[in-house]
């Protein structure tokens, strides 16, 4: 199941580089929706990095937030959010924003399955 979560995790959050125009295509090709639905997805956030730095957040190079559930990254990193600017049937327009911000992910298995988009710490 950790797997299969991660691998959800990977398509929706993390790629290896992107320019802000490229949301709209990038969240098409990928299939990103609202979950168990085919509406357009409010916000998402792609986190410009490899797979393995984004993993070792639930390990080493992260530590526990808040209650504990989650877990914040130690280093910041670039992060485009995507937000939804119209929907004409199941066409999504996206504008992009990047940033350079700690994320915050839950954890399973030791691997990140959630990105919590309502966590924003900016880096200095």
């Known amino acids: 199941v950790h797997i299969q979560r991660y691998r959800k995790f990977k398509n929706q959050h993390i790629i290896g ?3 802000v125009n490229r949301c709209s295509t990038v969240i098409r090709n990928r ?3 609202m979950t168990d639905s085919n509406q357009c997805k409010e916000i998402n956030s792609f986190i410009i990095s490899m797979p393995n730095p984004v993993k070792a957040v639930c390990g080493r190079a992260g530590k526990p937030y808040g209650t504990g559930a989650m877990t914040e ?3 910041p ?3 485009i959010t995507c ?3 119209s929907q004409h049937g199941s066409n999504c ?3 992009g924003h990047r940033s350079t911000r700690y994320i915050v992910v839950a954890c399973e298995g030791g691997l990140p399955v959630h990105y919590d988009e ?3 710490h ?3």
């Open 83 to 85: 937000t939804l600017r």
């Open 17 to 19: 580089e992107m320019n």
């Open 77 to 79: 990193f670039d992060v």
């Open 93 to 95: 327009e996206y504008r």
């Open 122 to 124: 900016i880096g200095g």
């Open 73 to 75: 990254s130690l280093q």
């Open 118 to 120: 309502g966590i924003v």
């Open 31 to 33: 299939h990103i929706t």
